[in-house]
């Protein structure tokens, strides 16, 4: 089985400037989420989808961070403009969203931004 | 408010050793579930072991296994045989709405160093 897919692995910007990741989850996973890890510190969600819709969002600086999840398979995190706080590690995680091994949450390999 | 606890910073223990990493978390939900993650260098998040609150036994998993203590609200980590790959940092992880597809919340993490 594939596992969590995300890319670009690794990014250097500037700030100010726009930045955007990729995943794409486990097939059949309903829910997706978006995490920051700041280095140091454990990962804080961003946004939880279920299926195409959002569940939690209330962590998302929204005046500078957004996502979507059209058709509710992949999903996209943009940053614009970038600042140097938003620095991290941008990991993204999905689950069946049912049951109690559905309940486990699979991490993918994460995407490293660095804000220069 | 849900919260994770993991006061060790930093463990060493020598191979083939068992070792303890602490985790206590505070919830209002009657249900949840616990979680351990490794995070090795390259930043992946590996998923480890799951606790239901309402499993009875405890939950282990090869050389993982989950010392789960309700009243206490504490849910350690115990390694055994300790490996020279198993230096990583170790998340402790809660999600609330048990089956429900509540966001999981995690720990600071404590880093376990394995000497040879």
């Known amino acids: 089985e594939a596992g969590v897919a995300q890319s670009p692995r690794y990014k250097i910007i500037e700030k100010r400037q726009s930045v955007a990741f990729w995943c794409n989850p486990i097939s059949g996973h309903a829910t997706l989420y978006w995490y920051q890890q700041i280095l140091g510190q454990g990962p804080k969600l961003l946004i939880q989808?279920?299926?195409?819709?959002?569940?939690?969002d209330s962590q998302l600086p929204k005046d500078r961070f957004s996502a979507e999840r059209l058709k509710g398979v992949d999903s996209t995190l943009k940053i614009q403009p970038a600042k140097l706080e938003d620095s991290a590690v941008y990991l993204c995680?999905?689950?069946?969203?049912?049951?109690?091994?559905?309940?486990?949450?699979?991490f993918g390999e994460g995407s490293w931004l660095t804000v220069v | 408010a849900q919260k994770i606890t993991q006061t060790q910073p930093g463990m060493f223990v020598q191979e083939k050793e068992a070792v303890t990493l602490d985790c206590t978390y505070d919830?209002?939900?009657?249900?949840?579930?616990l979680f351990w993650y490794k995070q090795p260098s390259s930043g992946e998040m590996i998923f480890l072991i799951y606790?239901?609150?309402?499993?009875?036994q405890n939950a282990t998993e090869g050389r993982y296994s989950l010392n789960f203590q309700k009243a206490r609200k504490s849910a350690n980590l115990v390694i055994s045989a300790s490996q020279l790959g198993d230096s990583a940092m170790y998340f402790c992880?809660?999600?609330?709405?048990?089956?429900?597809?509540?966001?999981?919340?995690f720990g600071q993490g404590t880093e376990l160093s394995v000497k040879p």
């Open positions: 606790q239901g609150s309402y499993d009875e």
């Open positions: 919830t209002s939900d009657q249900s949840y579930g």
């Open positions: 995680a999905s689950s069946l969203g049912s049951g109690a091994r559905g309940n486990t949450i699979y």
């Open positions: 992880a809660m999600r609330g709405r048990h089956n429900q597809g509540g966001k999981l919340i």
């Open positions: 989808f279920q299926n195409n819709g959002v569940v939690d």
